[in-house]
T-cell receptor, first 111, second 113 residues
Framework: GQQVMQIPQYQHVQEGEDFTTYCNSS?????IQWYKQRPGGHPVFLIQ?????EVKKQKRLTFQFGEAKKNSSLHITATQTTDVGTYFC???????????FGAGTQVVVTP | NAGVMQNPRHLVRRRGQEARLRCSPM?????VYWYRQLPEEGLKFMVY????????ESGMPKERFSAEFPKEGPSILRIQQVVRGDSAAYFC???????????FGNGTRLTVT
């Protein structure tokens, strides 16, 4: 079954606003990865978090790994139209690294 | 520095035909993964291969689907006797090692008529 649950499924954001998408698991995760897929495109790797409580930033994107390593969040500030797409979190289930993806958060930005 | 190359980009097959999807990993990558994506849905793991070996095929249907990654040449995902439900985008990804991030190809969009 699916290892990670993502909420919300859809996110409508006004340009310039901030939003957060969440990734939750019932089990402890060894790591969490985030990918972005533009409409009609392919998933592109954004970041990997490994340590408990880890926070990483990429310009307007802030990624966080929970202290218990059971959840993660992606926060985007001052949303732009280029942020449109679906954001997936993914985590490994086995020691060899098979990635299981969440269902994704589809982000729509209105100007 | 070519990325993951998949072909064809679009593939149309009639019910009962065979579909062959090809994937060449990034240079230096020996780990290949196939994922399937239905419209408006997430990515479902199908199979993980290394050169000449299938490591995990737990996400691949046991009938009609097969995958290989020969010593020479691209990885092939083969779907025999396609049905309408096989219509989806099939993405290939590669990585340097099992715990490295995945690099995805542009995908093959399969349509079964």
């Amino acid at each position: 079954g699916q290892q990670v649950m993502q909420i919300p499924q859809y996110q409508h954001v006004q340009e310039g606003e901030d939003f957060t998408t969440y990734c939750n698991s019932s089990t402890t995760l060894s790591n969490i990865q985030w990918y972005k897929q533009r409409p009609g495109g392919h998933p592109v790797f954004l970041i990997q978090l490994v340590k408990s409580g880890e926070v990483k930033k990429q310009k307007r994107l802030t990624f966080q790994f929970g202290e218990a390593k059971k959840n993660s969040s992606l926060h985007i500030t001052a949303t732009q139209t280029t942020d449109v797409g679906t954001y997936f979190c993914a985590s490994t289930t086995d020691s060899w690294g098979k990635l299981q993806f969440g269902a994704g958060t589809q982000v729509v930005v209105t100007p | 520095n070519a990325g993951v190359m998949q072909n064809p980009r679009h593939l149309v097959r009639r019910r009962g035909q065979e579909a062959r999807l090809r994937c060449s990993p990034m240079k230096g990558h020996s780990h290949v993964y196939w994922y399937r994506q239905l419209p408006e849905e997430g990515l479902k793991f199908m199979v993980y291969l290394q050169k000449e070996n299938i490591i995990d095929e737990s996400g691949m249907p046991k009938e009609r689907f097969s995958a290989e990654f020969p010593k020479e040449g691209p990885s092939i995902l083969r779907i025999q006797q396609v049905v309408r439900g096989d219509s989806a985008a099939y993405f290939c990804a590669s990585s340097y090692d099992p715990n490295s991030p995945l690099h995805f190809g542009n995908g093959t969009r399969l349509t079964v008529t």
